[in-house]
């Protein structure tokens, strides 16, 4: 495995991210399946793999986390979806909690250290890509995050309330003196009382790995602004929320993550932009079902919705249904104000270039500037035909009738280079 492994899995669609690994490390470990358990809000829980055999859960993964260093290895036997099979398990730090890679095996045979230590050095890599789009709030991960979030929700719901009541009611028959049988009775009661606590325990780590609570997250942005502000000799005053701003209300991490990715960059347009800004002051509040966010700073007051343009914010909040407003008074300042929807936008938009492969994103990167096919194929080292080939499938794929609407498209959602 080598740098360019490594560039080719994490450029690589969301969807097809996992897949990619597990063919670069199969080169080294082979497995016949994988797993994955990270605190990415697009999918927090992966699994790829063809088998017989079983596959795995999320609380099958979530047990393993204690026999791992923080950035090590573990291999052994692990029950996965309730059968033992031998198991190889890569942990990265680089996320916190630390990410988990568990690669399903079909023999015993120990995987020696010089074979393993690539492996999660890749992991690693893999795990900081992710990271950086969680906390950047990129574009093209936030609306197959909130669809997933939501679909993941109602699931969840279902599920509980399904088996909520079937075991409930199972419960009130068990527990009927006029039924016979009392040691049955008893271990038929301990049964169902444990898949309700099983149940109970699965449904709190799913919330754990897709929710935040308000004040936690504002903590994470003010220390990761504090490292910013102090070296540029700017004072941070924080209105730090308390329970009348809703600290203790829970976020789906998709809105605290793009709440923070665009207080951190209104907060260097305002100091990029702007001459004599000495002090910068944040707060947020969580109003009902919205998560409003506010910036000000005591500069000149001279900031531009366009200064907030070049740095992907509309962008960013378009696909969670957000809106960012700029009050900027000559001599008195600028204050931005910023609101992410806690929930679903009612008709929530996916980024339309997800069904686009990598050489695909970079033809069409070159379409939104305006670049002829000829020329194109020379940066790309590529035949003029083959480039013809890929425009057709991009417009295709996009169900485009032109260039000039796939490179709207492209600029729209942040792929134009």
């Known amino acids: 495995m080598d740098l360019q492994t490594a560039v080719e899995v994490i450029q690589a669609p969301l969807g097809e991210m996992l897949p990619r690994l597990s063919e670069a490390i199969a080169e080294t470990i082979p497995h016949r399946a994988v797993a994955e ?8 829980f992966k699994f790829r793999g063809e088998s017989p055999g079983p596959s795995a859960t999320i609380a099958d ?16 036997r692990a029950v996965m979806a309730g059968a033992e099979v031998p198991v190889v398990v890569l942990s990265s730090a680089v996320s916190e909690p630390n990410a988990l890679l568990v690669l399903l095996r079909a023999e015993d045979t120990p995987v020696p250290e010089e074979l393993l230590a690539p492996a999660r050095a890749l992991f690693d890599v893999v795990t900081a890509h992710m990271e950086g789009l969680r906390n950047e709030a990129v574009p093209a991960t936030l609306a197959v995050s909130r669809a997933a979030a939501a679909a993941r929700a109602m699931t969840i719901s279902d599920l509980g309330d399904a088996y909520g009541t079937v075991l409930t009611a199972l419960l009130d028959v068990l527990r009927d003196r006029t039924v016979d049988a009392a040691a049955a009775r008893t271990r038929a009661v301990d049964l169902a009382v444990t898949a309700l ?8 780590l799913e919330r754990a790995l897709t929710e935040e609570r308000a004040d936690d997250a504002f903590q994470r942005l003010a220390e990761s602004l504090r490292r910013v502000l102090r070296g540029r000799g700017v004072q941070l005053d924080l209105g730090t929320p308390g329970a009348e701003e809703g600290a203790d209300r829970v976020l789906p991490t998709e809105v605290a993550s793009t709440a923070g990715a665009v207080v951190r960059s ?12 000495r002090r910068v002051h944040i707060a947020w509040k969580v109003v009902a079902t919205v998560l409003r966010a506010t910036v000000r700073d005591d500069g000149p007051g001279t900031l531009s919705c366009g200064s907030l343009d070049t740095r992907r914010v509309p962008e960013r909040l378009g696909p969670l249904g957000g809106k960012v407003e700029v009050d900027a008074v000559p001599g008195w300042g600028t204050t931005v104000t910023i609101e992410v929807p806690l929930g679903p936008p009612e008709n929530p938009r996916e980024d339309p270039l997800t069904v686009l492969g990598t050489r695909e994103l970079e033809v069409l990167g070159h379409l939104a500037r305006g670049r002829r096919n000829r020329d194109i194929a020379g940066d790309l080292h590529i035949s003029e035909s083959t480039v013809k080939f890929h425009v057709a499938k ?24």
């Open 37 to 44: 358990l990270s605190n990415c809000s697009f999918a927090p």
């Open 266 to 277: 209104a907060v260097h347009a305002m100091l990029d932009d702007q001459r004599g800004v």
């Open 197 to 204: 606590v099983d149940l109970r325990s699965r449904a709190e």
């Open 394 to 417: 991009i417009l295709e794929k996009l169900a485009v009738g032109s260039r000039g609407e796939a490179a709207a498209l492209a600029h729209e959602w942040g792929a134009a280079r």
């Open 61 to 76: 993964l979530d047990a393993l986390r204690p026999l791992v260093p923080v950035r090590g290895t573990w291999q052994g």
